[in-house]
């Protein structure tokens, strides 16, 4: 699997260092929202684009499931983020800082079956194996199981790893219902040309953040936050976006915009309202 992922995919755990002689070089880890394959594929062309527009040296480190990647952020391995996995409040004391997004529509928690399943009501999946991408996802998984458990309905978790293969347990037979976020369901329908059967849908929230880590020097943060907000301006950068978008079923080419805490309010509210027993 390395050799499919190229150079770009850094698997090192080192500090970035900075010589008299040369730039340090950051860590960039955006969550699996596809398997290892689909997200490299997505990221890596990006990833090599800012860094030579911005003149700062970024390399992508990505683990096998969004949960690995995750553990790399929350060791302080990385120093760049694409992610909604730091919003709980004991998170937010890490000391991230928000200054990018997707300009694209708001996504949204959803629980799905198959349009050919006889199951109609959430009540129905009392029980039930349900797939989900892995216990990190927020709006993939905490959010719809919160909704779950807030109506009392018990269904039996199954982790896939990644969305793609919470996906593909659904449609194997092996759960019985999945839980998603809506730009990933759309995006899996309209690839793998699978039909879907929405069941309940949550209010919206904002796309992943681009974050930086205190350790990322201002200068640095600016050249690369200003290499994303102008990529879709830029011919060759819009062509990349389009084609990685191309490359993982993104109904849309969303662009980089400038963001700040106050977009990602509602995951604050989200987690204010949740069930005790959420995990």
Same mark, same amino acid.
């Given at each position: 699997?390395?050799?499919?992922?190229?150079?770009?995919?850094?698997?090192?755990?080192?500090? !970035?260092?900075?010589?008299?002689?040369?730039? !340090?070089?950051?860590?960039?880890?955006?969550?699996?929202?596809?398997?290892?394959?689909?997200?490299?594929?997505?990221?890596?062309?990006?990833?090599?684009?800012?860094? %030579? &527009?911005?003149?700062?040296?970024?390399?992508? &480190?990505?683990?096998?499931?969004?949960?690995?990647?995750?553990?790399?952020?929350? #060791?302080?391995?990385?120093?760049?983020?694409?992610?909604?996995?730091?919003? +709980?409040?004991?998170?937010?004391?890490?000391?991230? =800082?928000? /200054?990018?997004?997707?300009?694209?529509?708001?996504?949204?928690?959803?629980?799905?079956? !198959? %349009?050919?399943?006889?199951?109609?009501?959430?009540?129905?999946?009392?029980?039930?194996?349900?797939?989900?991408?892995?216990?990190?996802?927020?709006?993939?998984?905490?959010?719809?199981?919160?909704?779950?458990?807030?109506?009392?309905? %018990?269904?039996?978790?199954?982790?896939?790893?990644?969305?793609? #293969?919470?996906?593909?347990?659904?449609?194997?037979?092996? #759960?019985?219902?999945?839980?998603?976020?809506?730009?990933?369901?759309?995006?899996?329908?309209?690839?793998?040309?699978?039909?879907?059967?929405?069941?309940?849908?949550?209010?919206?929230?904002? $796309?992943?953040?681009?974050?930086?880590?205190?350790?990322?020097?201002?200068?640095?943060?600016?050249?690369?936050?200003?290499?994303?907000?102008?990529?879709?301006? $830029?011919?060759?950068?819009?062509?990349?976006?389009?084609? +990685?978008?191309?490359?993982?079923?993104?109904?849309?080419?969303?662009?980089?915009?400038?963001?700040?805490?106050?977009?990602?309010?509602?995951?604050?509210? /989200?987690?204010? &309202?949740?069930? =005790?027993?959420?995990?």
């Amino acid at each position: 699997m390395k050799a499919l992922l190229a150079p770009a995919l850094a698997l090192s755990c080192l500090l !970035p260092t900075l010589s008299a002689a040369q730039q !340090p070089t950051y860590r960039f880890s955006p969550v699996n929202q596809w398997d290892i394959t689909k997200t490299a594929a997505y990221w890596n062309p990006i990833v090599q684009y800012i860094s %030579e &527009k911005s003149g700062v040296k970024l390399e992508l &480190k990505i683990g096998r499931t969004s949960a690995d990647t995750t553990s790399y952020v929350l #060791a302080q391995e990385v120093e760049f983020v694409f992610s909604n996995h730091l919003f +709980s409040p004991e998170r937010e004391t890490l000391g991230w =800082k928000i /200054f990018g997004r997707r300009q694209a529509p708001e996504i949204h928690g959803q629980i799905a079956v !198959p %349009e050919d399943s006889p199951i109609t009501r959430l009540e129905e999946l009392a029980g039930q194996d349900m797939a989900f991408a892995g216990p990190e996802a927020f709006i993939g998984y905490k959010v719809p199981y919160a909704y779950l458990l807030s109506r009392n309905i %018990e269904v039996k978790p199954v982790f896939g790893g990644n969305q793609n #293969a919470a996906f593909a347990q659904l449609f194997a037979g092996k #759960a019985k219902a999945v839980g998603s976020n809506s730009a990933l369901v759309e995006g899996y329908a309209t690839r793998e040309n699978k039909k879907f059967r929405v069941l309940w849908t949550s209010e919206g929230y904002h $796309d992943l953040a681009l974050m930086a880590s205190g350790k990322v020097a201002e200068k640095d943060l600016k050249a690369v936050a200003n290499a994303f907000f102008n990529m879709h301006k $830029d011919p060759r950068g819009k062509d990349i976006l389009s084609r +990685s978008g191309q490359e993982v079923g993104l109904p849309e080419t969303p662009s980089f915009v400038p963001a700040t805490q106050a977009d990602y309010t509602s995951y604050k509210r /989200f987690y204010q &309202k949740a069930p =005790k027993n959420l995990h």
